[in-house]
């Protein structure tokens, strides 16, 4: 359908506050097909995704032979023409999305976007912005060396890297680089503490009034244009843009030296001096105060870039300069499987078993040893195994093995210890697997016993979110009978020494939660058979998932529909049961059809798993559009309940994100019950979307929202004024077609956990008060904040680092009345890590003890930083080069050479060079090179500082002995 008017213009407010347009602008390219003012504007994630397309083509070109073109700027990345098996185009793709939402950050998140440092903005704060960009840098590269880190916190390192982008790329935008008439980047941004040009003085005027009677025709007509535009102009007056503050600004700079702009949103911290520019632009009331104007080139549109006419020019030189960065970062690191990893061409295969090893598992114990043997010598060649044990009170160490003889060896040596059928700690041992593997990861869970630490399912189930993590339970079949000490719950509950325990039906929650499977096996010959469909089968997305399923006994038949659209290549079904009825599933006839009545073949249909517990079933349909229907009859009373789940294995993976209706807000935490939001489907597969529906998880008919509007030029999809319902797990749902036209349907695989109470996180230090940094050794602090909005209860409180552990706080239990707020704090000792990490996250997990039992885990991330002193990269010169000489006397004769030699120096250095034979010494080195090579020497020192002496054939020869062109680069690391 067409988006009405009103539709339209909450679309565009949507968007406009959430990427914060009253912060510097310029984030996302989804303004740029809502709202056609920004003409061909080059955003941020514009910026981000152009420059890792070249990165990734050059990757490629390097180590896997790509032969086709270099892709240009700003064109759509050719993914199509470039060979399948290089790379995994699905997981690729997801990677780029997750950059243009990390370098959106600095725009969105509130600690981040009024602060100048981050921003290049004010003045006064530009070598602060290049001091920050450095340490960001430096603290990036010493986590990129850990093996460790890059498995399992890559997501960390690629938002850290995203939001050092976001502050590289204001340089050229926000300053007046570009307009000293410089045609190439700055390469001392973020390398050099001094930048290599002047700075204006603090006594110094940058800027004079703009002359609004310069302004030519077309500009006088785009803003009368926005004006006169509805829904163009009522959105942004709802932003409190001023037509007053726009300007076009063509000769009001007055520095011949380096300078920014102010920002209104900054002014608590950088209010703007007199003699000084603006940033500029509608939404900046510095704009009116003296001198009026400003200098930004965020954007192709006078409404929010006085210096609109050159963002063209400052937004090629951001991408290229993103390409130098990631470039530099490569040739520190000397890793080219690292680097491949972080852009998201090459992908860790890892698989994590956290096994029960107390005295009542040793009837099945042989059974998952069987079952961890046949994923490892079936996983993937170079894959990771992590193997976690766990009984009570003991959890054994999260353990990592590259071979699958070593941890099949390891699993032999485990032996089940004392303990019966009491709680265990399976959810510790959980959570600390969770925090160690790499993302994507498939987690196997083998018990038979409930768990303590029930608090900790929300934990879990955010950083399976963060790492797109699906948790599968394979429990022994006796488990659907209730202990005999305690009856099985669907809700926490606390055991007699007030340990909070989390009964059986709550694993099934965790399975659903997280896109996993519930499933209860018996027998060897059962596990193993369960090892070759979801132990290594790839990553799923949910069909249909339905809870409580009983059909009519007798010789009713009934039936279930499954579209198979051009995306599938594996369909799974599921079907759970806890029935106490004896023979359980195996009293019900399935049969499988193509839609036409004709029954699937042997070939196509494998029952995998059929017992009186779990049936599963396994469907090949090389992604060929087909209808199949299941019938099922149960012929002998009575009926018994069961859970449907159809999972397929799909290049279909849209994203979903919540908005508040009240100010189109990114929801980032759990939604409040009876609030009302709007859902947003972002899908470039699609072809169209129509329906979007939300519901308890496993509710047969979800609540379908009618209509479904889309964004004109866009693959996005929303329904708005959602009311969240008070419910422990909601589903969204969707259907439409793909992008080839066929019909398919989906439940999004990230699940939703509404609650009545709010909690907010800041991280801080004494050296960093407004930035979530904290020095080695030294004293961080957590602040948050609890707000109850439902009935008055006690509230459990624990804090954990997922690097320190546990965090003591002052008060683990807080009774708060209806909207009361708790204000807490506590502490942390920064001390120096094991594997070089410098990033940590915590979670501090809230749960309301009386029903509803909804439990909050909010996620702070900060970095672990140390003072940047001395940066001064290592220098390096060409002091002879006989390329010309040499390479011309030789030429015809085979395998020609010539001499280099060079000098460098710095502290505590390393010489490289990939071509060549050289001699090297303390300060300076000789090389003899083959005359088809170029001069490529690297000098690295012991902070990751990079100095380069390079040339390339062609200068060389016109040059006779002369020294080559020096570009000093660096690229950071740190001390170990």
Known sequence: MFITSGSKLLIIISILVLSGTVSPFSTSQVFQTVLGVFKNTRFHDTQVMSALCITQYRFLQRNNGLDTREPDYFQDCPYGDWIDGFFDKIYTEGIVAAFRLYVSYPDIEAALKSNPSIHFDAESFIPGSNYNLIQSRTALFQSMRSTAVIENRINDIRK???????????????????????????????????????????????????????????????????????????????????????????????????????????????????????????????????????????????????????????????????????????????????????????????????????????????????????????????????????????????????????????????????????????????LRTANAVPPDTKIDVFTNAESKGGSLQQSIQNIATTKKLSINFILESTVKQAPSYRTVSTRRKRDASGVTVAGFDMYKRMAKATNGLYVLPEGIGNYTRLADVIGVGGSYETVIYEEDIQVPCGNTVSNWTIPIDDTISIVEVAMITDSETSGGLLKLDIVFTDGRGNRLSTFTESAFLSTADSRLYHFKTNQKPATYVMHVIQRECPSIPFTLNVRAQSSLTPSVQLYTSANGALVTGAPLTGESYSIVVDCASCGNITKIGISECGQNDPTVRDPVIKIENRPIWRIQNVVMPESDLLCISYAGTTALGTPFKRVHREKISPTNFEVSVKIYSNDYPGDAKVYRNSTGFIDYTIINHGTPDNFEVFVKSRRLGDIPVKMPMVFLQTNQSFYGSTEFTRSMDSDDSNFDTVDVNVARMEPPLTAVSRSADYMIVKPVVNVQPPFCNVTLNTFHESCTRQRGLPNPTYNVEVAYGGTEITPRSPTGQWQWGPASASGILSCNDPIAVYIVDERGLVGRCTSNLQSSASMNFSMVTIMVLFVLRVLL
Not at 237 to 261: P, R
Not at 299 to 325: C, D, G, M, N, W
Not at 385 to 409: A, C, H, I, L, M
């Open 160 to 430: 850290q890297l995203g939001q050092s982008l976001h502050t590289l790329q204001d340089f050229y935008s926000h300053t007046n680089w570009v307009e000293l008439g410089h045609t190439d980047i700055n390469s001392r941004v973020g390398e050099d503490a001094s930048l290599g040009i002047s700075l204006n003085s603090r006594n110094q005027p940058a800027c004079k009034p703009c002359d609004t009677n310069l302004m030519t025709t077309a500009e006088k007509v785009e803003i009368t244009s926005a004006q006169n535009d509805f829904i163009v102009d009522s959105a942004l007056k709802l932003l409190g843009f001023s037509y007053d503050a726009v300007q076009v600004c063509h000769d009001n700079l007055i520095t011949n030296e380096l300078t920014t702009g102010y920002y209104s949103s900054e002014a608590v911290v950088a209010p703007k001096p007199a003699g000084k520019c603006s940033h500029g632009g509608g939404t900046d009331l510095t704009d009116t105060h003296a001198p009026a104007g400003g200098i930004n080139k965020d954007s192709e549109t006078v409404l929010f870039s006085p210096h609109y006419y050159l963002h063209q020019q400052a937004a090629k030189l951001a991408t290229k300069a993103t390409i130098r960065f990631l470039d530099d970062l490569r040739v520190a690191l000397n890793d080219e499987e690292t680097f491949g990893k972080i852009i998201g061409l090459t992908k860790v295969n890892a698989y994590a078993f956290v096994v029960d090893i107390s005295a009542s598992m040793a009837n099945s114990y042989n059974a998952v040893k069987a079952y961890v043997k046949d994923v490892t010598e079936l996983a993937p060649s170079g894959s990771l195994f992590y193997v976690t044990w766990f009984s009570d009170p003991n959890v054994g160490t999260v353990r990592k093995f590259n071979s699958s003889q070593y941890v099949n060896e390891y699993m032999m040596a485990l032996v089940p210890q004392s303990g019966g059928d009491g709680p265990e700690q399976a959810y510790e041992a959980i």
